[in-house]
């Protein structure tokens, strides 16, 4: 398994009490495959740097998970066919390297 970090951006026409019901609905894909949601961290509504779908604000959450590569694969797949959510950008993040000298 491999951690990463997903970025999600929520279409700024939804209301910010569904986002938290969103954010979980997706993350499903994960824990169904025995991986593990580490933090959800949902930053709120900010302004864009360009507009997109002609749109200049969105809600971004914040994902860490542990998972196989095969369902942040499918989660971002899922993600993408959803019409609430603008973008996702997923970083796979850097195993911490043991500094020993032999």
Do not use: C, F
Not at 9 to 26: G, M, N, W, Y
Not at 35 to 61: P, Q
């Amino acid at each position: 398994m491999r951690k990463y970090e997903i970025m999600v951006l929520i279409d700024s026409d939804v209301d910010e009490r569904q986002v938290p019901a969103l954010v979980e609905k997706h993350l499903e894909v994960i824990t169904k495959d025995g991986g593990t949601v580490d933090n959800t961290d949902i930053w709120g509504r900010r302004r864009l740097a360009y507009d997109i779908n002609k749109k200049s604000e969105a809600i971004y959450a914040v994902l860490q998970v542990t998972a196989e590569p095969a369902s942040v694969k499918e989660m971002d797949r899922l993600m993408s066919i959803d019409e609430r959510v603008v973008r996702t950008k997923v970083l796979r993040l850097e195993e911490p390297k043991d500094n020993k000298e032999d």
